[in-house]
Structures are given as C-alpha cells and as structure tokens.
C-alpha cells in the first residue's frame, strides 16, 4: 500500500520516531522502485513538491499541529527527517543508470559527439622545419643541444675570451648564483644556438655536416622586431679542404631552394669572434623582386634597397678548432663553414606578419591563419 502521512496523537518523542522511521523506510522503497524518468519525476514530486508533497504534510501535520510543550522536540526530529528524505530523492535515479547521474547528466548517444580541433604548425616552428628540411636534402643531419648552456660553450669555446668586447653584443641573461664558480662553469640561457658546434664536434669526428634548430634567450625587451625568446638554426660543415666557395655555393642552393629558385644572394664581409673571414648574406629582396619599390611605394621589408640580411656565416676560426683538437679537428688537416640565421625574422618576412610578438602572444585568430 501506498504511503500516507499518518495523523499523530499524542506527538510524544517515541511515537514520533516511530512514525519517522516508517516514512524513509518508505521513501526509501519507492526510491528503488523508480524505472522511468516520468516515474522520477513523479517520485520527487510526490516526496518534495512544494503544494502537497509529503515533507509539506509532515510539516503541517506534524510539527504546526504539535501542542505547544511538545513543539521543540517535533521541530528538532522533523527537521532531522526533511534532512533524509531529501537525501533520498536526490540520490534517486531510474534503476539500471549509474547512482548519481540525473537525467540531465545522462549521454544522449544521438548527439554529435564534441569536436577537439586539430592544431597547427606554429608559423616559426614550420619555417624552422622547412629550412632544416632545406639541408637534410643536402645530407646534414639534425644536432641539438641545452638552452641553459655554460659559459664554456657559450663563448669561451667560440673564442670568446673572458672580458671580450664582442659578448657585450650578445646581452646575456645569466641564472642566479653563479658566481662562487669558475667563470667556465657558470650558467646562462644560451644566447644563440652556436654552442651546439662545439658540443658536436666533441662527440662526432670529421667529416660532419649538421644543423641546429633551436631557441635562444637575449635580455631584450619585447617589441615588433625583439623578444627576450627566439629561435635560430645553426649550420656546421666540416671536412677536409673546405673552402669559402663550398660555402657560397651550399647557402646560395639552399636560399634558392628555401625562397624561390628566382632569389640571388650577396656575401659582405663581417665579424664574428668564431669565424675568420666573417660575412653577412644577404639574398635579393623576395618580396619586391629586389627592385626596392612595391609598385608606387617604397618596399619596407628591404628598406628600399632590394637586399635583405638573412644570415652569418664564414669559415671556422682555427682557435674554436683547438678546443676539438683531440677529436679529429686539427686545424691543419680540416676546415669548415658554420652559418646561422633568425627563424622567427625570416618567418615574418615569409608570412608578411609585421610584429614578432604575435608570433608569442598565443592568440588562436592569429594562429588559425596557418591551420
Ligand atoms: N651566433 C651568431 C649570433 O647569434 C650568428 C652566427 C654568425 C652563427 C655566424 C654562425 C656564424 O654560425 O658562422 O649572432
């Protein structure tokens, strides 16, 4: 038989316990009970609507019928019933589904299930791709090596000695407390990816042909054309009898290849401490054809001149060959070419995007354009 609020008589602590018992036991019955979600609902309508649900009977009946004396404790059991009961309903759920889930939580199987968008290569990471990609047709092979770099690497090894002038260039971003050690030993975010020669040559004797994608770290403040994190590639070949010409021959295919087989390419000199001769390459504007002007206006990307810097370049300096010596790398026997270029610039260039710091802000709208 259905349950029903039964009236009370004497509303004395022990027959209203009993009568309390009985209704969860039943509320508890009809709670296993329910098969359906219309029975559900109906369940809870029954137990806790607001007009005639029982709560609201035992509320009345039960506590607002009490005689004054008695009021106190009816309050207190009543209230300790409403608790359970509304424990019950809401754990109530059609037979068969998981405790717990609502109907509103149940899986509708007909719907189409959520969609999670593929991503895409970030712009500097696909340049850096494409142009590694660029030497691996030549037969170099990918080396990497750490961001937090010593200053052995970083400089010393590169002929960089202590107290140079030319580190100055480099603005360095060196980690805290480092300074009880050897100045070799100390710390730093390397500031470009020409560490990765040396820690190469150290463990692959000659012949080699490498290059480095990676990213660097420079105490600039960001703007359109800096940012603190960078990335660069790095290149290094070196065998015997080595010239100047392999190297103008392999960076002019491989500008070709990289920016169309139409681009030229010019050698000027330069400086770096880890390369005697030095030079800078520039290749002809790509963008206006190396003409300077864009129909009636001037080209900005080349700054009118139809040249654009891309990269640095000359021959191992012997004194970075001295520190490999013990490796195969006697600066009489072998020679070589290192290179190295900005990724993020020359993805600007190539995407014709005008602030590097989109490349970094995460900004999916700008991203997507790539996708
Ligand atoms: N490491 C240089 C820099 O970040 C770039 C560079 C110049 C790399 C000449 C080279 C090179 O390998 O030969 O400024």
Same mark, same amino acid.
């Given at each position: 038989m259905e349950y029903s609020v039964s009236k009370l008589t004497g509303h004395s602590a022990a027959e209203l316990e009993r009568a309390a018992a009985e209704c969860v036991r039943a509320c508890a019955d009809e709670a296993t009970a329910v098969r359906s979600d219309s029975e559900l609902k109906a369940f809870r309508d029954r137990w $806790? @609507? =607001?007009?005639?649900g029982i709560l609201t009977q035992i509320n009345d009946l039960w506590l607002k019928g009490a005689p004054k004396d008695a009021k106190r404790e009816a309050g207190i059991r009543v209230n300790e019933l409403k608790t359970r009961i509304q424990g019950l309903v809401e754990g109530a &759920?059609?037979? @068969?589904?998981?405790?717990? %889930?609502t109907a509103a939580e =149940? $899986?509708?199987? %007909?719907l189409p299930g959520v969609r999670r968008p593929i991503g895409a290569e970030h712009p500097v990471i696909k340049t850096m791709h494409e142009m590694v990609a660029v030497f691996q047709k030549l037969g170099y092979s990918v080396a990497d090596g750490p961001v937090v770099e010593t200053d052995y690497y970083n400089f010393e090894a590169l002929n /960089?000695?202590?107290? &140079?002038?030319? =580190?100055?260039? +480099?603005d360095t971003l060196f980690i805290a407390g480092? +300074?009880?050690?050897p100045q070799r030993e100390r710390l730093l975010l =390397?500031?470009?990816? %020409?560490?990765v020669q040396i820690r190469t040559m150290e463990k692959m004797r000659p012949p080699i042909r490498i290059v480095i994608p990676g990213t660097v770290h420079r105490n600039d403040p960001p703007d359109a054309s800096h940012s603190p994190m960078f990335h660069q590639i790095e290149g290094l070949a070196v065998d015997t009898n080595i010239t100047f010409g392999d190297l103008k021959g392999t960076l002019d295919h491989a500008m070709k290849e990289f920016f169309g087989s139409s681009v030229k390419t010019s050698f000027r000199p330069s400086f770096f401490p /880890?390369?005697?001769p030095s030079a800078e390459m520039f290749v002809s504007c790509f963008i206006c054809g190396g003409s300077g002007r864009r129909g009636a206006d001037p080209c900005r990307p080349c700054k009118q001149t139809g040249w654009i810097e891309i990269l640095g370049c000359g021959m191992v300096d012997p004194n970075v060959f001295e520190g490999v010596?013990?490796?195969?790398?006697?600066p009489k026997r072998v020679s070589g070419f290192p290179f190295g270029m900005g990724a993020d610039r020359i993805a600007l260039l190539k995407y014709g $995007?005008?602030?590097? +710091?989109l490349f970094f802000q995460g900004d999916v709208r700008f991203l997507q354009q790539w996708a």
């Open positions: $806790v @609507g =607001r007009k005639n &759920h059609v037979a @068969g589904d998981d405790p717990g %889930s =149940r $899986v509708d199987i %007909s /960089f000695p202590p107290n &140079h002038p030319a =580190r100055d260039t +480099q480092q +300074q009880e050690k =390397r500031t470009h990816t %020409s560490p /880890f390369t005697e010596k013990h490796n195969g790398y006697d $995007v005008d602030d590097l +710091q």
